[in-house]
């Protein structure tokens, strides 16, 4: 289909969103990445049973965390969609991106530069 | 074009001049003349629609691919073949011809076809529902059921296309989750016939959930609003009034219809058709054609949905395999694979090929500076670009490549893992280095195609996808795939009409069989039966399975059995049974399973069943039929949904009303002159029994509705007949019926299986019937793996379902009977059992229930040959001493860490 969506977004595969673990997505905070999502199959149709269901208890936990240490929890999220749905994917991608760059760069990378 | 050339890059497409109807999308949009049909299709290849290619031969100097070949001719070749699948499907009705609809007069009523792709994503309004005529969202949508089907009157077709009810709801719900506002969704019916497998909670779900409106009408006039360009509806309510309603949009459901180009097909093969052009069959040989060796599945052979098509598919591949049965295993080439070259303890040594794909990445991304860039990564010893890295040349010079500079590691800059990933692991096996150390970027898909418009972002993001590749490709590691050998016995438990035809296609086929039957002798259910609605004898049917079945050596018959004890995985199965009235116990070792438990009659509590013996099931009157006939039967009234459709069994019984319909022609058959009244909700006669309903009503059954809040009553008379009481919709009163006989259409019930599902791990449903692994895709296969379901077992079904299914369980277990053994995924869980602490997290959270607790050695075990790879485990485990092989932690924070490294 060949829709556009921003650069910025890059791709690390998983068998499954239930293999997204807590620690990937605080690490990637920590490390200096200002969003980072996971995109799952529909909630009901994860080719696992519940895979997805487990990876949107930790993105809501990481969000928790994430507040907790007085970050914005939004900064990561978790999307659903099914594998022939390619203009939602691009929208979400783009969404992320708007969301992202409304919240500015993540705060953890000044920090490392002070 | 050649489809094994062509990359699907999509430059003929781009630059060809002539436009034409999209197809696909049901004429909303237009396409070129060298076009793909959808961005799913497989192969992933381009076309020349020739009817619309004008000859201007810009693509074939466009190809940088070669795959275009211009002047290619039609060719005929002949192939020598030991049996036929006819699987030519069907098509959309089309509805031009009922001027009453207007359907290609007001742009605004379109074809549920139509609606589908207006729906999808990939389709022309991306999935935003808006109509043809202003692209407004539409306020309301009417749904007009049974266009082009049971309709003998305007289109002649007097079946039932059994599939358009349950789409009509599930359009109307997709619908109501894609519009922003309110959105009235009504759809018109005679029946809505949702009689498929938890069909009919998606029904209740989509009435009372989403507030669907069924209104049970048939629309006789459709006519445009000229300001609005809505749609004005006229129809008769139940009650004789007439009504009108406005909606913005009309959806008409339109039937399945087999082409012209089919029936031609089935001439030239000499295959009969029925009426309807549907592939003629008998009830006992469901996907058998009039010619031997030529079989049939889908729609072809009958209306049906995809769960059924898929089930018959397999089913008409076991018929075909079976007669070329002796001949398995010829023809077969074996790649030769060398020795693997122990890599473990060398530093890693990465290869780097950076494809171009033609233009594709070539004309966007600056292939030579990311190669560069790729040099100076860590552990990188040699990159290279190529025009097409897939192409054949290439593998060849790939696998001089890793010989020459001793690469140890192979990482792939080009398209998507999932069509090419398998490919390159070839060449690396092909080389004596394990498959698993290979990793790709996707800078194709993911990069030049997306980022087409800003070539320089691209070019940095193509190095960013390689450096995360190439930081992966260090840290992977050798994996080996466990090789399981598969024992060539099964066992199939049930001796009914499904697990008998089971055993027999599966030792017909050379295969050794246990067949398990609780009682004393086989048949089943279907003992109790006499005919089939066609008028097949049920009875001298099975009296040649069971013979069939007991004289073929391979299969062992095992009665007054009890499954007891139960281990193992696919292909190495133990099961304790318990034989004969002494009980004697025997182990059978086994490497498939086919579940066949059926089910039986629901035994009524309503209607006072229990009190009079004038109140009985169908299948006492099919008895009582064939006993005594239809004397003394002057008034006989049949209660549909009797333990179906309410509180307690939520699910349709699917067969009921295909029963009554076959009794009620029985006793006007035997006797003209009887008062016959089927009192019913939903009649269900899908398929081509929609036939036997209108053949019913011409001999002069009466069939009255009612509604599941007013139920009929049943009370006897003072001179001992009974009295049925019912509220009539048209004349809007109750009405008594005096009846000699009152026939409840009694559902069906799943057999008890607590024990045996306790034993052997088996997931049912809350109905008690197995579940399948998936509903649509594998629909006689159960999770775990080497498992197979059919018959009733499953869910209600008709005998000539349930022997296609039999056929179709026979032929998914042929899959794994056929090898000698199997190669299981690398890619599972591993747990190090020195840092566990036993918590049986994984235990708990596992979807598959694959994590055991050894209680002999105190420690978690994952057994390789039945996980499924998720990673669900490695993810919960507190310790993180589970890693998921491939994915392991490190192998996918190293991405991470290598993304940003750089900055973002």
Not at chain 2, 254 to 264: A, P
Not at chain 2, 712 to 729: E, M, N, Q, R
Request: glycine share 8%; hydrophobic share 35%; with cysteine.
């Amino acid at each position: 289909m060949r829709l556009d969506y921003p650069s910025n977004i890059k791709i690390v595969r998983v068998p499954c969103t239930g293999k997204v673990d807590v620690m990937h997505l605080l690490g990637a905070i920590q490390k200096g990445a200002d969003g980072i999502y996971a995109v799952g199959c529909l909630e009901g149709a994860c080719h696992y049973n519940e895979g997805n269901l487990r990876a949107r208890e930790r993105v809501e936990h990481v969000q928790k965390l994430l507040e907790e240490v007085g970050l914005e929890g939004d900064r990561v999220r978790m999307y659903n969609l099914s594998s022939g749905e390619g203009p939602t994917f691009a929208a979400y991608a783009k969404e992320m991106t708007d969301h992202i760059r409304s919240l500015g760069p993540n705060p953890l990378n000044k920090l490392a530069k002070v | 074009m050649d489809p094994a050339k062509c990359t699907g890059c999509g430059e003929c497409a781009r630059h060809c001049p002539v436009a034409a109807v999209n197809e696909i999308n049901q004429g909303f949009d237009d396409r070129r003349a060298a076009y793909i049909e959808y961005a799913q299709a497989v192969p992933l290849a381009y076309a020349i629609d020739p009817d619309a290619c004008i000859g201007c031969g810009l693509c074939e100097n466009l190809c940088i691919a070669k795959a275009v070949k211009y002047d290619d001719i039609e060719r005929e070749t002949t192939l020598k073949v030991g049996s036929v699948v006819l699987s030519a499907g069907s098509q959309g009705y089309d509805p031009s011809g009922l001027d009453y609809l207007g359907y290609g007069k007001y742009p605004n009523v379109i074809t549920s076809q139509g609606f589908e792709r207006i729906l999808s994503a990939g389709g022309p309004y991306y999935g935003h529902v808006m109509r043809p005529l202003d692209r407004e969202e539409p306020k309301s949508i009417a749904w007009l059921q049974c266009i082009g089907s049971r309709d003998t009157n305007r289109c002649g077709n007097g079946y039932c296309s059994s599939v358009c009810c349950m789409y009509a709801v599930k359009e109307a719900m997709i619908a109501k989750e894609h519009i922003h506002g309110d959105l009235d969704c009504a759809v018109f019916n005679m029946d809505m016939r949702t009689g498929g497998k938890d069909y009919e909670k998606y029904f209740l779900r989509g009435r009372d959930k989403a507030g669907i409106r069924f209104v049970k009408a048939r629309v006789h006039t459709i006519t445009e609003v000229h300001e609005t360009g809505d749609l004005k509806l006229q129809y008769t309510d139940e009650t004789g009034e007439m009504q009108e309603e406005i909606f913005s949009m009309v959806v008409l459901s339109v039937g399945l219809k087999i082409s012209d180009s089919s029936v031609d097909l089935a001439k030239r093969l000499g295959v009969e058709l029925n009426q309807y052009n549907f592939v003629a069959t008998n009830p006992f040989a469901p996907v058998t054609t009039s010619r031997p060796g030529i079989y049939t599945c889908g729609v072809f052979q009958g209306p049906k949905d995809i769960p059924g098509s898929v089930t018959e598919a397999s089913a008409a591949a076991c018929l075909a395999g079976t007669d070329i049965a002796a001949a398995r295993g010829n023809d077969i080439t074996t790649v030769e694979v060398p020795a693997e070259i122990d890599v473990t303890e060398q530093e890693p040594r990465i290869g780097v090929f950076v494809c171009n794909c033609g233009i594709n990445i070539g004309g966007i991304v600056d292939v030579p500076a990311v190669a560069e860039y790729a040099a100076a990564l860590p552990y990188v010893v040699f990159t290279d670009q190529n025009l097409f890295t897939c192409s054949q040349d290439t593998q060849e010079q790939i696998k001089e490549k890793i010989v020459e500079h001793k690469l140890n590691r192979l990482v792939v800059a080009s398209c998507s893992p999932k069509t090419h990933e398998q490919m390159f692991m070839e060449t690396l096996e092909a080389c004596g280095i394990n498959r698993y150390l290979f990793e790709m970027a996707n800078i194709r898909n993911q990069n030049s195609w997306i980022h087409s418009n800003n070539p320089e972002a691209a070019t940095a993001k193509a190095k960013d996808l390689v450096r995360m590749s190439v930081a992966r490709a260090a840290r992977l590691k050798t994996l080996k795939e466990k090789i399981v050998p598969i024992n060539k016995q099964g066992l199939v438990i049930g001796g009914g009409v499904a697990g008998m035809n089971a055993a027999l296609r599966l030792g017909q086929q050379g295969f050794d069989i246990v067949l398990v039957e609780k009682e004393a002798r086989l048949g089943g259910f279907a003992r109790k039966l006499h005919h089939t609605i066609e008028g097949e004898d049920v009875q001298a049917y099975l009296e040649k399975l069971v013979q069939e079945v007991t004289a073929n050596e391979k299969i062992k018959v095992l009665t007054e059995a009890r499954i007891v004890g139960f281990e193992g995985f696919k292909g190495n199965f133990a099961t304790d049974i318990e034989v004969g009235p002494e009980k004697k116990l025997q182990t059978v070792k086994h490497g498939i399973i086919i579940v066949a438990t059926g089910a039986k009659e629901y035994t009524p509590k309503e209607f006072l069943y229990a009190d009079s013996d004038r109140v009985i099931t169908q299948v006492e009157l099919g008895d009582r039929l064939e006993e005594k006939g239809a004397a003394g039967l002057d008034s006989v009234v049949m209660i549909q949904c009797v333990g179906s459709r309410n509180d307690e069994h939520v699910e349709c019984s699917r067969i009921c009303c295909q029963n009554a319909v076959k009794n009620a022609l029985h006793i006007k058959t035997l006797n003209p002159d009887a008062h016959v009244y089927v009192l019913y909700r939903d009649i269900r006669t899908y398929g081509l029994l929609e036939e036997y309903y209108t053949k019913a009503r011409e001999k002069g059954v009466i069939f009255i509705r009612f509604d599941s809040e007013t139920p009929p009553a049943v009370k006897p008379s003072s001179d001992g007949d009974l009295l049925v009481t019912i509220k009539d919709h048209i004349l809007r009163r109750d009405v008594e019926i005096r009846a000699d006989l009152v026939t409840l259409s009694a559902g069906m019930v799943a057999e008890d299986t607590d024990e045996l599902s306790s034993i052997m791990k088996l997931n049912r449903n809350p109905d008690g019937y197995f579940i399948e692994a998936h509903v649509k895709l594998r629909p006689v296969d159960m999770p775990g793996e080497g498992i197979f379901l059919c018959g009733s077992a499953h869910g209600p079904k008709l005998i000539s379902e349930a022997i296609s299914q039999a056929q179709a369980a026979a032929s998914r277990a042929t899959t794994f009977l056929s090898k000698s053994e199997i190669r299981l995924s690398a890619i599972t869980a591993k747990v190090n059992t020195d840092n566990c602490v036993k918590c049986l997290t994984c235990v708990r959270m596992c979807p598959f229930g694959v994590p055991a607790f050894n209680t002999k050695e105190e420690v978690i075990e994952i057994n390789e040959a039945i996980c499924h790879g998720c990673g669900v485990c490695a993810c919960v485990c507190p310790r993180q001493t589970i890693q998921l092989s491939f994915y392991e932690d490190d192998q996918i924070m190293c991405k991470i860490d290598a993304l940003l490294a750089e900055g973002m």
